[in-house]
């Protein structure tokens, strides 16, 4: 049985890596929505019109269906130009999506949001509020990924972000215990992990920190 995948997040640091490693399953069909035209594969979607008509919207693109979301998309407040335009695209952007797969029968929800999601500062406050209005949409099963700083080369510079992995990639090995998932983790790990969880059952709400991430991007390598 084939299983239809819906992802938006697709360019980005997490979502190259989902999308290169799901297109090599015989068994899956990976519809990504983009923002901008990227690549052959992409579909281009109004993400403002998709908040204002999430099934009609996207009913458009994919009419047969879907089984699987997969959010990776999100931003920062200095790349999106302030709070609210941040807000828009890691909160607003990401439900519209979500309440459009849902309409169109996906059963399961993967949500990379943060470590710390729902804790202090406008960034994480975001993350939480995603993380709780993903859960009351009804899907049968969540998975929210919380990964610490995430490892990788980005298509867009972000210097200020090149310089905290660089040191948090030399600071890992002394991050051990509670903080553990605070550390950093490869963006390619965290795009394994999600390729083993596409499809998983029973269903339920699950969260993942750095430690799950890696031990379920080993098993899915070595499956």
Known sequence: ?????L??????????????????????????????KSSGSDHVIDFERLCAA???????????GADVAI?????????????????RVDHDYVLAFATAAHALGARQFILVSSV??????????TKGAIE?????????????????????????????????????????PFIIGRLAGYGAIDAKTVAKAIAGLVG????GCR?????DLHRIASQTANS
């Open 132 to 172: 709780r209005d993903i859960r009351a949409l009804g899907f049968s099963r969540v998975d929210i990924l919380r990964p610490g700083m995430l490892l990788g080369h980005r298509a867009e510079a972000r210097p200020m972000e090149a310089i905290g992995q660089r040191l948090a990639a030399a600071l890992a």
């Open 54 to 64: 999430p099934g009609v919207t996207l009913r458009t693109v994919v009419p047969t």
């Open 1 to 5: 049985m084939t299983t239809r995948v």
């Open 200 to 203: 998983q059952v029973p269903d």
């Open 71 to 87: 959010s990776c998309l999100g931003t920062t407040i200095r790349a999106a130009g302030s709070q609210a335009a941040m807000f």
């Open 116 to 125: 710390g999601a729902g804790g202090p500062g406008f960034y994480l406050r």
């Open 7 to 36: 992802l938006i997040g697709g360019t980005g640091l997490v979502g190259r890596s989902v999308d290169a490693d799901l297109a090599k399953r015989p068994d899956t069909v990976v519809t990504s929505l983009t923002r901008r």
């Open 207 to 211: 969260t993942y920190d750095n430690a």
